[in-house]
C-alpha cells in the first residue's frame, strides 16, 4: 500500500482508521469498567484498563512510574514494531500512525482530559518503548 499510493497518505488512511478502532475499544473498556465498578478514571485505572484490552493483540506492558497526573508504561513487547521490522518498514512511523493513535483514542473515550503519549522509541528489538497516559494541562 506504501508503495502503491505513497508514504504519507498510507500513514494517514492507518491513523484514521486506528483511531476510530481505539475509540471503539474505549467504549468496550468503559463498559468494563462498569461492571468492575471503576468509577474514577485517573491516570492509573485507565492505564490498567488500557493494559487489559490490548493484551489481545500480544501488547505487553508494565507500569514504570505513577502519580495523581501521570502513568508511565514500559512497552516491552509489540507486534506492531516486531511486524514493521519483518517487512523492512521503519518501525516508528508505523507506530506513531497506528499504536499511539489507537492508544489516545482508547484513552480519550475513557476520560477526555487525559492524552496518550510517547515518551522513547526502542532503540532494538531487545529495548522498549516508554509511553504515558497523562492530565492534558
Not at 1 to 7: A, C, H, L, P, Y
Not at 97 to 119: A, I, R
Request: with cysteine; aromatic share 6%; net charge positive.
Amino acid at each position: 500500500m506504501v508503495k502503491e499510493i505513497g508514504e504519507n497518505k498510507a500513514y494517514s488512511m492507518i491513523e484514521k482508521t486506528c483511531q476510530n478502532m481505539g475509540a471503539l475499544q474505549g467504549k468496550m473498556s468503559k463498559s468494563q469498567a462498569r461492571r468492575e465498578k471503576i468509577k474514577e478514571m485517573n491516570p492509573r485505572n485507565v492505564a490498567l484498563l488500557a493494559s487489559d484490552a490490548i493484551k489481545g493483540f500480544g501488547i505487553a506492558s508494565e507500569i514504570l512510574k505513577e502519580s495523581d497526573e501521570k502513568v508511565s508504561i514500559k512497552v516491552k513487547k509489540c507486534p506492531v514494531y516486531e511486524a514493521a521490522k519483518m517487512m523492512g518498514f521503519d518501525p516508528e512511523p508505523l507506530c506513531r500512525s497506528s499504536s499511539l493513535p489507537f492508544m489516545d483514542s482508547l484513552v480519550k473515550e475513557l476520560n477526555p482530559n487525559l492524552q496518550y503519549g510517547l515518551e522513547k522509541f526502542r532503540t532494538g528489538q531487545d529495548d522498549f518503548c516508554e509511553e504515558s497516559i497523562s492530565l492534558i494541562k
